[in-house]
């Protein structure tokens, strides 16, 4: 762990401590690459709820648009659908369009999960890959509930003040994430 010798990341010297088997080695080094890409799923579930809001993508359920109150509901066992106030057609075509949309919800994990990797492969730092990550949850955890609040309940001078704030870190970050990536390119080359 100390000494010229070491890496900056301790990580990669996993594999050249001595005393330890090949085995354990290669089972702690996959371990750590594999502990980032757990994280990506949770990382990414607000964004993934709110493209699936724009999409409409979310679990439904059939609520009558009336019910009958002078006439009792027929006995459970002579009925042909769950509800006895919703058609079996009605039923059988909600149920496959929750079929399509989750195959969509899917669709949508993944893809923005295979985005979060690509990224990891193209950029190479890992500080500009946590830099650039910073930079986004910014406009999650900061800038939309302010914007949210900004428009349910009026502007006022300190939202506007920390929304522009958090807009202008997020910007200083993505660019701070893109410089870092050109210098550690320079540097190899």
């Not at 910073?134 to 939202?159: C, E, H, Q």
Request: hydrophobic share 45%; glycine share 6%; net charge neutral.
């Amino acid at each position: 762990m100390y000494g010229t010798n070491v890496s900056d990341q301790i990580s990669v010297d996993l594999a050249h401590t001595p005393g330890l088997s090949s085995t354990i080695n290669h089972v702690a080094l996959l371990m750590v690459a594999l502990n980032p890409l757990t994280k990506i799923p949770l990382a990414l579930r607000p964004l993934s709820d709110i493209i699936m809001n724009w999409f409409n993508l979310h679990p439904t359920v059939i609520i009558p648009t009336t019910t009958s109150t002078t006439n009792p509901p027929p006995s459970v066992e002579s009925a042909t659908s769950t509800s006895p106030y919703i058609s079996l057609n009605m039923e059988r075509q909600h149920d496959r369009h929750e079929r399509l949309k989750m195959v969509f919800r899917a669709c949508v994990r993944m893809t923005l999960a295979l985005l979060v990797i690509l990224g990891g492969l193209i950029m190479h730092s890992f500080q500009a890959v946590l830099t650039l990550l910073g930079s986004g949850a910014l406009i999650i955890i900061v800038i939309l509930p302010l914007y949210v609040n900004g428009r349910m309940f009026g502007w006022k001078w300190w939202t506007r003040f920390i929304c522009g704030l958090g807009i202008f870190f997020t910007i200083y970050g993505a660019v701070a994430s893109l410089w870092l990536q050109s210098q550690d390119e320079e540097k190899e080359e």
